[in-house]
Nanobody
Framework: QAQLVESGGGLVQPGGSLRLSCAASGRIFSVNAMGWYRRAPGQQRELVAL???????NYADSVKGRFTISRDNANNTVYLQMNSLSPEDTAVYYC?????????????????WGQGTQVTVSS
């Protein structure tokens, strides 16, 4: 059907920047809302940022002004630019997307998750 593949995580010092990427591939007709979530150790998964197919964005209060979500519709890819990172941003970051997939002569809407990418902010 479809899959999401993330990249761009790693280790960064406080105050540094990272850019995450997530590409959707497969039997895709269209990709609707895309987003990033994160799960810190011992905590529940939380929304970081969302972007609609039309480009409307929404951010968690904790990342407003520091993170920017964007997308490349031609390549079914979503990005998360993370600046001014702090240790509190340390988490596994997951990509999420609502995808219409083609199966035979029909379209089906599914919600997909990426495998997760570790972001560690530490000196």
């Amino acid at each position: 059907q479809a899959q999401l593949v993330e990249s761009g995580g790693g280790l960064v010092q406080p105050g540094g920047s990272l850019r995450l990427s997530c590409a959707a591939s497969g039997r895709i007709f269209s990709v609707n809302a895309m987003g990033w979530y994160r799960r810190a150790p011992g905590q529940q998964r939380e929304l970081v940022a969302l972007i609609t197919s039309g480009g409307t964005t929404n951010y968690a209060d904790s990342v407003k002004g520091r993170f920017t979500i964007s997308r490349d519709n031609a390549n079914n890819t979503v990005y998360l630019q993370m600046n001014s990172l702090s240790p509190e941003d340390t988490a596994v970051y997951y990509c999420n997307a609502d995808v219409a997939v083609v199966l035979g002569a029909h379209l089906y809407d599914y919600n997909y998750w990426g495998q997760g990418t570790q972001v560690t902010v530490s000196s």
